[in-house]
């Protein structure tokens, strides 16, 4: 491995080479190779980390092409964590990437057990119960994104140290889509940066309040808002996995990533 690509974050006063040296031991699991996942997919790439793991039911199409900045015009028809998968591995070869064409439901909540890491690229809150579910079950972190129109928003979920998803959402509801509603073109990437951000001062241990972020890329307003552990909560505090149940396992193409 040539530890020259990673030179001008080892000369970064936060990262530094002790630091760099823990990123590369690190594994991560994106969950979603849309607008969000593959900008977070290929930073991962860059700044280093010793395995993602991508899963993606979707194949790539032209209304995908302002946005999910991994892919272009010889990609369209393939599968984007397949397609995703080659462009980290010629991004950087040092990278161990493993990748799935099929939706995450149930049956793969156990990938969550295998990383130390999630970043959710996903666009729905029961793919997100899930993560949520897998994720607080085997103790790993995740990053919850959303972006749809000129904004996003970005939250945390540390198990046993920050509020989780179950705690300020109950029930799965319908969320707009891109596909109706729009989404313009820098909104993933500003967020998943962001989401990459703070994934990197988890990964470090760097102290996180699991605060959510809000951010409109078009007025420019960032806003923090605290959440609360939910003392009651079915997921984090009650242990009741319930989207991890046969209800949640095969649901194949009824989940859209
Ligand atoms: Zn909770």
């Known amino acids: 491995m040539d530890m020259a690509r990673y030179a001008r974050q080892i000369a970064l006063k936060q990262i530094g080479k002790e630091n760099q040296e823990k990123l590369l ?5 994106i969950i979603g190779l849309g607008g969000t996942g593959s900008a977070a997919a290929e930073m991962f790439s860059r700044l ?3 395995k993602l793991i991508l899963i993606d039911r979707d194949k790539i199409e032209i209304t ?21 998968a080659a462009k980290i591995r010629e991004i950087n070869p040092d990278i161990d990437v493993e ?12 990938l969550t057990g295998t990383v130390d890491l999630v970043f959710d690229g996903t666009d729905n809150m029961t793919t997100r119960f ?3 579910d897998a994720c607080d079950k085997y103790g790993i972190p995740w990053i919850f994104t959303s972006a749809i129109e000129t904004y996003g928003e970005f939250k945390a979920v540390v198990p046993g140290k920050t509020s989780c998803y179950a705690c300020f959402n109950r029930d799965p509801a319908d969320l707009p889509s891109c596909e109706v509603s729009g989404v313009m073109s820098t909104i993933p990437a500003i967020i998943a940066m962001y989401g990459v951000n703070l994934a990197v001062k988890v990964l470090l241990n760097y102290e996180i309040d ?12 960032i806003n923090r808002i605290g959440i609360e552990k939910n003392m009651s909560c079915r997921c984090c ?16 193409k009824s989940i859209l990533l």
């Open 25 to 29: 031991e690190k594994s991560v699991l």
């Open 48 to 50: 280093g980390v010793k």
């Open 64 to 84: 995908n092409l302002n946005r999910q900045i991994l892919y272009g015009m010889d990609d369209l028809k393939k599968y984007k964590a397949e397609t995703a």
């Open 99 to 110: 990748f799935y064409n099929r939706a995450f439901d149930a049956d793969m909540a156990y």
């Open 130 to 132: 899930i993560i949520n």
């Open 210 to 221: 699991g605060s959510m972020y809000f951010i409109d890329g078009f007025a420019f307003e």
């Open 237 to 252: 505090h009650d242990k009741n996995y319930v989207y991890l149940g046969r209800e949640y396992s095969g649901i194949g």
